[in-house]
């Protein structure tokens, strides 16, 4: 069964984690092999509930890109480095490919024999030396094993072409040599004297029981084919170790298992190979990539929380299955190549949204699960007290207050409390804290939301928050990055924003000169307060 991945938004806030976390359970008992993620470092708010109720928190997914991986790539396509010639050409004739990977001990990748180098070592090699093994010249000349002395095979390869007396009186013999020879008694004879390497008897040639004994004293290996001198003098040459015609001066292209699709795209533009081999960081190979491959995709399959913007998820979205979206927010730029399951709803908060899942389908909360769906809807509403907040959120938070054993008002503050701490956070980190990114034509913005009890923190150090919020406008291209502060103690929310967003903001909230620091009273929920004002801006 394939994984499916389930995850919020790239700036993960608590009920981000808490929504991805819940449904992953849910889809587990459902029988879904589902795993919760996330996109990048959860806040101490976050941090602060999966301590509290003990659940582990999400492992990183860096992006939903097709990988190799996700293609359907020859997996075990190799030989090894001891298999024939003849091998290799069969095994590339009966698997339709052009080319096959070498390889030695447990898989290690040496490099890859294409069809180019069969054609050339058919039609130019001019062959006299065999590197090869008994069963090798067995298998390829259909030869019947008369003495088998050695495993191993190398030797010249001579023709006893001559009449029988010039050959003996003519040609020296040697242990290093290999002689095809027909039922020529009186050569073959002179041959196991010689102590040859191997005698290659061909037309199924007839031998003396003495040379046969013979041999096997003198460590003469014999093999007998039902081919003719002709034939075995053109195939034996197919039977040499197919790492004999492996080209070693010129590196081999290889890709591994966690390189982009996109990635390997390019580097075909420029190289057009047909076959490029499949191998690990160790140089471990795991098969063969025909570029034909690429069709045969799977791409991850997702689930999405808290979020619908392609702006929000992970990268590469664009490129992977998605199969639900559980999310809370206006419908943004998300688009799907098959139609999904997707629950949207107008509650405060995606967990609301997963405990009413779990009713439907009638699966137990545990005491965990619970808890961290209760830490989403806190988070979310701000303990109840948001504009967001539903009918809905109440009884799902009364319900699951009971499940997860605490009171949840004295649990809410503890949680935002944690969340609100400045302690030991850079600036950009108190922006990234809880930040989402929107897009409007081609406009993009950028809003973070920090809550806290003491807003003078901050305020001591406005401007050097501002220029933080200018670098990151300037670096992306961003038409406005805002921070809003918001005290969760007077329910109001205090805004620092780029420099040069100045005019835009003034306009948006009617004011003729919108300073650093304004304090806007009510202003708590960036989905309801914050970006109709800026979207209705934006859109003119």
Same mark, same amino acid.
């Given at each position: 069964?394939?994984?499916?991945?389930?995850?919020?938004? @790239?700036?993960?806030?608590?009920?981000?984690?808490?929504?991805?976390?819940?449904?992953?359970?849910?889809?587990?008992?459902?029988?879904?092999?589902?795993?919760?993620?996330?996109?990048?470092?959860?806040?101490?708010?976050?941090?602060?509930?999966?301590?509290?109720?003990?659940?582990?928190?999400?492992?990183?997914?860096?992006?939903?890109?097709?990988?190799?991986?996700?293609?359907?790539?020859?997996?075990?396509?190799?030989?090894?480095?001891?298999?024939?010639?003849?091998?290799?050409?069969?095994?590339?004739?009966?698997?339709?490919?052009?080319?096959?990977?070498?390889?030695?001990?447990?898989?290690?990748?040496?490099?890859?024999?294409?069809?180019?180098?069969?054609?050339?070592?058919?039609?130019?090699?001019?062959? @006299?030396?065999?590197?090869?093994?008994?069963?090798?010249?067995?298998?390829?000349?259909?030869?019947?094993?008369?003495?088998?002395?050695?495993?191993?095979?190398?030797?010249?390869?001579?023709?006893?072409?001559?009449?029988?007396?010039?050959?003996?009186?003519?040609?020296?013999?040697?242990?290093?040599?290999?002689?095809?020879?027909?039922?020529?008694?009186?050569?073959?004879?002179?041959?196991?004297?010689?102590?040859?390497?191997?005698?290659?008897?061909?037309?199924?040639?007839?031998?003396?029981?003495?040379?046969?004994?013979?041999?096997?004293?003198?460590?003469?290996?014999?093999?007998?084919?039902?081919?003719?001198?002709?034939?075995?003098?053109?195939?034996?040459?197919?039977?040499?170790?197919?790492?004999?015609?492996?080209?070693?001066?010129?590196?081999?292209?290889?890709?591994?298992?966690?390189?982009?699709?996109?990635?390997?795209?390019?580097?075909?533009?420029?190289? @057009?190979?047909?076959?490029?081999?499949?191998?690990?960081?160790?140089?471990?190979?795991?098969?063969?990539?025909?570029?034909?491959?690429?069709?045969?995709?799977?791409?991850?399959?997702?689930?999405?929380?808290?979020?619908?913007?392609?702006?929000?998820?992970?990268?590469?979205?664009?490129?992977?299955?998605?199969?639900?979206?559980?999310?809370?927010?206006? &419908?943004?730029?998300?688009?799907?190549?098959?139609?999904?399951?997707?629950?949207?709803?107008?509650?405060?908060?995606?967990?609301?949204?997963?405990?009413? &899942?779990?009713?439907?389908?009638?699966?137990?909360?545990?005491?965990?699960?619970?808890?961290?769906?209760?830490?989403?809807?806190?988070?979310?509403?701000?303990?109840?007290?948001?504009?967001?907040?539903?009918?809905?959120?109440?009884?799902?938070?009364?319900?699951?207050?009971?499940?997860?054993?605490?009171?949840?008002?004295?649990?809410? &503050?503890?949680?935002?409390?944690?969340?609100?701490?400045?302690?030991?956070?850079?600036?950009?980190?108190?922006?990234?804290?809880?930040?989402?990114?929107?897009?409007?034509?081609?406009?993009?913005?950028?809003?973070?939301?920090?809550?806290?009890?003491?807003?003078?923190?901050?305020?001591?150090?406005?401007?050097?928050?501002?220029?933080?919020?200018?670098?990151?406008?300037?670096?992306?291209?961003?038409?406005?990055?805002?921070?809003?502060?918001?005290?969760?103690?007077?329910?109001?929310?205090?805004?620092?924003?780029?420099?040069?967003?100045?005019?835009?903001?003034?306009?948006?909230?009617?004011?003729?000169?919108?300073?650093?620091?304004?304090?806007?009273?009510?202003?708590?929920?960036?989905?309801?307060?914050?970006?109709?004002?800026?979207?209705?801006?934006?859109?003119?």
């Amino acid at each position: 069964m394939e994984k499916t991945y389930v995850f919020g938004h @790239r700036k993960p806030d608590t009920d981000s984690v808490a929504s991805c976390i819940a449904f992953a359970y849910l889809k587990q008992q459902l029988g879904v092999k589902a795993e919760a993620k996330v996109l990048s470092a959860i806040n101490k708010e976050s941090k602060y509930a999966l301590d509290y109720f003990g659940v582990k928190e999400p492992a990183y997914l860096n992006d939903v890109k097709l990988q190799l991986k996700d293609i359907g790539y020859h997996k075990k396509c190799f030989l090894e480095d001891t298999s024939s010639i003849y091998d290799a050409y069969l095994y590339m004739f009966q698997q339709n490919l052009t080319g096959v990977p070498i390889v030695k001990n447990d898989h290690q990748f040496l490099g890859i024999v294409t069809i180019k180098d069969l054609a050339h070592h058919f039609v130019n090699a001019e062959v @006299r030396n065999l590197n090869t093994s008994y069963q090798n010249i067995l298998s390829v000349l259909k030869g019947e094993e008369v003495v088998r002395q050695d495993e191993e095979i190398q030797g010249n390869l001579l023709v006893a072409s001559y009449r029988s007396t010039t050959f003996i009186t003519t040609v020296s013999l040697s242990p290093s040599d290999i002689l095809i020879v027909g039922d020529r008694h009186s050569v073959i004879e002179y041959a196991v004297d010689s102590k040859v390497k191997l005698i290659i008897i061909v037309g199924n040639g007839e031998m003396k029981e003495a040379h046969i004994q013979k041999a096997k004293e003198n460590g003469v290996n014999i093999i007998r084919t039902n081919y003719d001198t002709y034939h075995v003098a053109r195939l034996v040459s197919l039977s040499n170790y197919v790492q004999t015609i492996l080209n070693k001066e010129q590196e081999a292209i290889c890709f591994d298992e966690n390189d982009y699709v996109g990635d390997i795209l390019e580097i075909n533009k420029k190289l @057009r190979h047909t076959n490029y081999p499949v191998v690990t960081r160790n140089q471990k190979c795991l098969g063969l990539l025909k570029i034909s491959d690429l069709d045969d995709k799977h791409p991850k399959k997702v689930i999405l929380v808290d979020h619908n913007e392609k702006m929000q998820s992970a990268e590469g979205i664009e490129e992977a299955e998605i199969l639900e979206i559980i999310d809370h927010h206006n &419908l943004g730029s998300i688009t799907t190549n098959a139609p999904v399951n997707f629950r949207n709803m107008a509650v405060g908060s995606t967990c609301t949204i997963v405990y009413y &899942l779990y009713k439907e389908k009638e699966i137990e909360i545990p005491k965990k699960i619970a808890g961290m769906l209760l830490s989403g809807i806190l988070s979310d509403t701000l303990i109840l007290k948001s504009p967001t907040k539903t009918q809905l959120d109440v009884e799902a938070v009364n319900d699951l207050a009971t499940l997860a054993e605490v009171d949840y008002k004295k649990y809410g &503050l503890d949680l935002l409390k944690a969340g609100s701490s400045l302690d030991g956070m850079s600036k950009e980190e108190v922006l990234y804290n809880d930040f989402k990114l929107y897009t409007v034509d081609d406009k993009t913005f950028g809003v973070g939301q920090f809550f806290t009890m003491n807003f003078q923190e901050i305020a001591q150090e406005m401007d050097a928050y501002v220029d933080v919020l200018d670098e990151v406008a300037e670096a992306n291209q961003y038409q406005l990055v805002a921070l809003y502060i918001t005290d969760i103690i007077q329910n109001g929310s205090y805004i620092l924003f780029n420099r040069k967003a100045k005019d835009l903001l003034s306009l948006a909230y009617k004011m003729d000169d919108l300073s650093e620091g304004t304090y806007f009273d009510g202003c708590v929920s960036r989905k309801k307060h914050v970006i109709p004002l800026l979207m209705e801006v934006f859109e003119k």
